[in-house]
């Protein structure tokens, strides 16, 4: 047993555990390989998909299913396994999108993700523009994944998002959760779903024993992440929502936040 034995930590990846996209330092990647090899627990918890994992395999390995989609994929990257999931029927979303699309006609883009027929997941893309007053074409689109959808990413000018996003809330809050994920961003996935879920799953599931999980992010749909977890941390760049409901505050993604976390778990076990 090492010293880390026990706890797990569970990670955003844009604006948190990378410095660029897709770029992990070299502070943060031998800090989570030390973490690992005294017996700790790491994994991602992403927005993206499980093959996002795949920037950062030459610097750090998951020893846990990656939390993908918002909390709404839980998937085995070693073993290319579903672990767990958490869907919505299409017919759900497309009553929103097509409320979106007959009220919002500044939005940019949907971005739909979802499960295929065969039971593969991925991503298809709808611009409302270029189908003004064409409901069908959004359901058409919508006919990718007759199965359910998992999230969603409504991509629209900020002015737009601010605006949306309550009124999004308002009317369908009872089914959906919609978070954002950048400031044109708004996310939308089902209400009993998120990083933090996923995470009190895991910590419920894993074949290790687990006592302690730390969660570390720094935008809204890293809440849930925040909030379920044992130990929540904010960056310092994170939004003023996120450092509110945060337990502890690290240093900036360009400062090795991660590094910077294991290194206080590491104090706080020595001095007991």
């Not at 555990?17 to 800090?31: C, D, F, I, M």
């Not at 919508?142 to 737009?160: H, S, T, Y």
Request: charged share 25%.
């Amino acid at each position: 047993m090492g010293k880390f034995t026990g706890y797990l930590i569970c990670t955003d990846c844009d604006g948190t555990l990378t410095y660029e996209p897709g770029k992990v330092s070299e502070e943060n990647a031998q800090a989570i390989r030390y973490f690992q090899q005294e017996g700790g627990v790491f994994t991602l918890a992403t927005g993206r998909f499980p093959d996002h994992a795949e920037l950062f395999q030459d610097k750090i390995q998951m020893n846990a299913p990656m939390v993908s989609l918002n909390g709404t994929l839980l998937y085995d990257t070693g073993k290319k396994q579903l672990i767990e999931k958490w869907g919505t029927p299409t017919a759900s979303f497309y009553e929103v999108l097509s409320y979106v699309q007959e009220n919002y006609p500044d939005i940019w883009d949907f971005w739909m993700n979802g499960e295929y027929d065969n039971g593969t997941f991925g991503s298809v893309g709808y611009n409302p523009s270029e189908h003004q007053n064409k409901a069908k074409s959004l359901k058409e689109t919508l006919e990718v994944f007759p199965r359910e959808m998992l999230k969603m990413v409504i991509a629209a000018p900020a002015e737009v998002i601010s605006k949306l996003q309550p009124d999004l809330k308002q009317k369908f809050g009872t089914r959906f959760r919609f978070d954002t994920s950048w400031s044109e961003g708004l996310e939308m996935q089902r209400a009993d779903s998120g990083k933090g879920v996923a995470v009190k799953y895991l910590k419920n599931h894993l074949d290790e024993e687990i006592h302690t999980t730390i969660g570390i992010g720094d935008f809204e749909n890293d809440i849930t992440l925040l909030e379920c977890a044992d130990i929540g941390y904010a960056v310092s760049n994170a939004i003023d929502s996120v450092k509110k409901i945060a337990d502890r505050q690290t240093v900036s993604n360009r400062e090795h936040a991660l590094a910077a976390v294991i290194e206080e778990i590491e104090r706080g076990i020595q001095n007991g």
